[in-house]
């Protein structure tokens, strides 16, 4: 495939009787979709935009979700190794851009290996969970403030 700099973006905005719009971009001149983005409110702010960064194929793998249209992430979902499946997951519950909650499956059995959750919203995780030998079951759960009751934060086990 030749170099994606040697091609011209391809941009298509569709509108839509409801107001929302839905924009195409071809980046690296293939015919196929590198970025969509969705303004559900036709407020000129993209609330989900779906895009292919990683490896082969077509197909969209990371959808990034903007809930209050503040321009910052609420949510990623990541499909890394194209299997359908999200490998990578991170959401901002307090709306700073810095995510809360990340949960990855880093070896792509379709579970999760590694989870930290920020609870106090500081930006340091507060909850760390591993599954070090991917038997599906956590072996680690590490809290950074002293004296908390151990059990499974996230509810997967």
Known sequence: MDD???HEPTVV???FSDGHTETMTDVDG???ADKVEIDRDGDGHAEVVYTHGYGP??????ATVDTD?????????SDRNHDGRVDLYAEDHNHDGIADVAIADQNYDGRADLALKDEDF???ADVTVTD?????????????QPGRLAGDPFGAN
């Open 30 to 32: 293939d015919g196929y």
């Open 57 to 62: 194929g077509h197909d969209l793998d990371t």
């Open 4 to 6: 994606p700099a040697d």
């Open 132 to 144: 070090t030998n991917n038997d599906g079951t956590y072996d680690t759960v590490h809290y950074s």
């Open 13 to 15: 905005t569709s509108t």
């Open 122 to 124: 500081d930006g340091v």
């Open 69 to 77: 249209g503040d321009g910052k992430y609420d949510a990623v979902y």
